[in-house]
């Protein structure tokens, strides 16, 4: 019998659930301020989503900072100079086999947002969404 009897192409429920342990350790740690670097104090940073490899070794963490207080290259910046310390502050909470590897990248979900916010703001398209459903049109070739 086959190893993966599934065809998923999504993540895991595995991966899923370490991602969130990760993006909630990672959240306290930084609320609590537990990093001494004082570029990184100053900053308050969202954690917006974490999403882990198949192996687990590798998390990717997407965050912004809170209310854009600070440029977002700034805190990926701060962060990527304190991934050691982040690492192993999240190993000693976790109870990993292997702790993870960070890498910071901007979180973009929320420029998304408002590009969707806009384009259905749009009259054109709020008139195309109300309009009721007709049925498809057809050419008078096809009625024949």
Sequence with gaps: MSAKRFNTSGPSQRQLRVGELIRRTLADILNRGEI?????????????EVSVSADLKIATVYVMPLMGSVPIADAVAALARNKGELRHR?????????APDLRFRADETFDRLDESRRLFSN?????????PDSPPHTTPDEDA
């Design 90 to 98: 999240i190993s000693q909470e976790l109870t990993l086999k292997h």
């Design 36 to 48: 001494h670097d004082t570029a990184l104090s100053a900053m308050s940073i969202t954690v917006g």
């Design 123 to 131: 009259p054109t398209v709020q008139r195309d969404v109300s309009a």
